[in-house]
């Protein structure tokens, strides 16, 4: 699976990691493209959705078998999950302009 950073759907600029993370913060999520100023809508692409769940679901299941071992253990290994997860968000979203919706 190839990773992506998200791009204008209108002028093909790339979204950097760190501007698709900044409009991660922003209540409503809309961004405006810094090359053509379009107004653009993040969405989650339904095949990351799998992954994101599936990835999810694998912490958890691993995060089960660890109890009962040590706890120094277990917060680890979790930060670093929740680590990479938030690494892996921008690449999670495309961007839409607003004729699509
Ligand atoms: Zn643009």
Do not use: N
Not at 52 to 81: E, K, R
């Amino acid at each position: 699976m190839k990773l992506k950073l998200p791009i204008c759907p209108h002028c093909q600029y790339s979204f950097s990691w760190g501007s698709v993370m900044k409009t991660l913060w922003r209540f409503d999520g809309l961004t405006k493209c810094p090359q053509c100023g379009i107004v653009l809508y993040p969405i989650v692409s339904r095949r990351w959705h799998m992954s994101l769940s599936t990835f999810i679901m694998l912490c958890i299941c691993f995060g089960m078998q660890m109890v009962g071992v040590a706890f120094s253990i277990i917060v680890p290994v979790f930060l670093l999950c929740a680590l990479i997860a938030m690494l892996l968000i921008p690449y999670w979203y495309s961007y839409y302009d607003e004729d699509r919706h």
